[in-house]
């Protein structure tokens, strides 16, 4: 117990003893797609991991790999010196991270960490930093992009705001999730996020309709993926979901709701509904969300990404 206490930073002061598997204790809130690859990795590097899901069973694989299951995001921030959260959307962060009775934040001890890595509003991871700050303890929103293979290989990238010590202090737990990127004060992770998925919709919106019309043309679209994919329009997205979409593997990977919600926190900021200074005219974005958008209207909000094909496919009147 004394050797962990000594792994956590004392709060507002110095890190005394670095980060380390088997005195570092960590807990993880919310374990879907993502945030349970990523916990995964931890478990397997080491680190005592205490989680949480308002689902149980899906903490299952973890519990069976060494974790303990807590019943409430404040019991296991209470058993953590670093608390990660990787939840759906910002009222879920809200309700895992500021409840006064079973939030994370109440049950962090002085000093403790909390890691914000869910999509969230930046407005909101400041008002999370501040109450960290309020409680002794510290905030930081790393938000993560790669997704699903990215969470199981451990290649995301880690998009970072908050203190920069305490950043840097946890950086051998980012280390097992992929590579860290220190975006500046609180927030700005959230903010470096949300301009992220502008051009990973805008990719994979570019990526269908690019599919759709080269089948169309009678091209083998396979092939023509392969010869394209080193080239100028070659991206990381094609290499994601390329070969799901030429399979019609659209259950593989996140919902497609979350990048909806993501693209509307854009929009909101370039509205003023958010204190930011954003850009204000995001006409691709726009459109973007409403690509996405129409996926969910016809049935399909539960697909993936590579789902937006078929919205192509509608409009052309494309049958598959």
């Known amino acids: 117990m004394e050797e962990a206490e000594a792994a956590a930073p004392a709060a507002f002061g ?5 980060v380390r598997p088997g005195a570092t204790r960590v807990g993880w809130v919310g374990i879907g797609v993502m945030g349970g690859a990523m916990a995964a990795r931890l478990l397997a590097a080491g680190y005592a991991v205490t989680a949480y899901a308002r689902a149980p069973a899906k903490a299952a694989p973890l519990v069976a790999a060494g974790a303990r299951l807590a019943d409430s995001p404040a019991s296991a921030a209470a058993a953590s010196d670093v608390v990660f959260t990787m939840v759906g959307n910002p009222g879920d962060v809200r309700a895992v991270v500021l409840d006064a009775a079973t939030g994370a934040l109440a049950g962090l001890r002085r000093g403790g960490v909390l890691v914000d ?27 993560v ?5 990215g969470a199981r290989d451990g290649t995301l ?11 840097t202090w946890l950086a051998p737990l980012f280390a097992h999730l992929g590579k860290l990127n220190y975006m500046g004060p609180p927030g700005s992770g959230q903010s470096s996020k949300i301009a992220n998925q502008i051009t990973v919709a ?9 599919l759709a019309f080269a089948g169309a043309a009678g091209l083998d679209t396979r092939l023509f993926l392969g010869a394209v994919a080193k080239g100028a329009a070659g991206s990381r997205v094609m290499d994601l979901f390329g070969e799901r979409a030429l399979s019609r593997d659209f259950a593989t990977g996140g919902s497609v709701r979350y ?10 900021v370039g509205d003023g509904q958010e204190e930011e200074v954003g850009a204000n005219v995001l006409p691709g974005a726009a459109l973007f969300r409403q690509m996405f958008s129409a996926m969910a209207a016809n049935g399909d909000g539960d697909l993936c990404l590579q789902g937006l094909i078929t919205v192509v496919e509608r409009l052309n009147g494309i049958r598959k």
């Open 14 to 18: 110095g890190f005394p003893a670095e």
């Open 145 to 149: 992009s790669g997704g699903d293979v």
């Open 157 to 167: 990238a880690v998009l970072a705001g908050g203190d920069e010590a305490v950043v």
């Open 259 to 268: 990048i909806i919600k993501d693209l509307g926190m854009a929009l909101e």
């Open 117 to 143: 890595c869910t999509s969230s509003s930046p407005a909101l991871a400041r008002e999370v930093a501040a109450a960290a700050r309020a409680a002794g303890s510290h905030a930081v929103d790393a938000p």
């Open 202 to 210: 805008g990719a994979v919106v570019g990526l269908g309709e690019s």
